[in-house]
């Protein structure tokens, strides 16, 4: 049976995971740093790296005693290599190349987004051709994907993404960082008040300044009237929004280029509208939801495509650079 030893860094989560082939996760630990970073409303790259370099070999010795392993029982590192902060990918390309160098392991550098997508695996088998609508705090693109090596954006945000647009809103209603969960929660108490302007851009790409700065305006211009903002109004009216958008374009896609499967991928795939609409509105084609635990950043994902390139025997040389802007297509 085979085994991979995961590792994740890529933001502010430190995470090692091992699973073996099979897709049991023999252990799985996060470590998040959010309490330090919300004091200052978002990821500080500087605190972020430093604080892995301070987390790694705790999270990473948590790992191998939880699975009952040893790194001798694996058949290879896999780690994120991009994209990413370039100082929280180092931290964890190190100690992944040191495990492999001193362990004499095969290496395997992991595309985060790959890791979001593959761990829908765990649900059930993958196929091809498939449609993922990945949605996190950096990513909103919809990724046709033909088969297992062959991946194309065919729309992408123009601007922000989903997740940052749903953070700023938070946090101009006073909600702490992460907002999105905050809001997602909000938004089920409210109803419909507030009018937003829906985003129009052609084809499959998105945009969410337009929706996030109206909805930033929006309190702005209540605040100086003095009138208080109903934060879970604002919140369902800013989710319905944009969640609409998302499903709207992702339903154009698989017009454009039919799919078997589609999945959900990234931090917003925990978001619970977001997964009651997708539910509602794809109908003709096997929709797979991520497990709430594994949507948001974790190294199980980056084990569950590692796997793939240890079959296929996709390795990575000691001196492969992290990529902190490696596009998917890569
Ligand atoms: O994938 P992820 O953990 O990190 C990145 O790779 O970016 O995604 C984090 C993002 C944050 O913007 C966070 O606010 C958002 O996912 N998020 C949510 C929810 N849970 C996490 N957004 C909306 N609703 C949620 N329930
Ligand atoms: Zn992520």
Known sequence: MKRI????????????AIIDEEMNILSSVVTSQIDVHSRFGGVIPEIASRMHVEQISTIVNEAIMESGYSVDDMDAIAYTIGPGLIGSLHVGGIAAKTLAFFYNKPLIGVHHLKGHIFIN????????????????????ELVYIRDEESFEIIGTTLDDAIGEAYDKVARVIGLPYPGGP????????????????TPKVDGLNFSFSGLKNATIQL????????????KADLSYAFQETALHVLVDKTKKALELYPCKQVVLAGGVACNSRLRELMTENIKDCDLILPPLKYCTDNATMIACAGMHYLKTGKFVDFDAPSMPSMSIED
Do not use: F
């Not at 030893?5 to 090692?16: G, Q, V, W």
């Not at 809001?183 to 302007?197: M, R, S, T, V």
């Not at 309190?219 to 109903?230: D, G, L, P, Q, T």
């Open 219 to 230: 309190v702005k211009k209540m605040e100086s009237r003095a009138e208080e903002v109903n």
């Open 5 to 16: 030893l995961a590792i994740e860094s890529s933001c502010d989560e430190t995470a090692c």
């Open 182 to 197: 905050k809001i997602d929660k909000l938004a089920k108490e409210g109803k419909k008040n507030y009018q937003l302007p």
């Open 121 to 140: 695996e765990l649900i059930k088998p993958l196929v091809y051709p498939m449609m993922a609508l990945v949605v996190s705090g950096g990513h909103t």
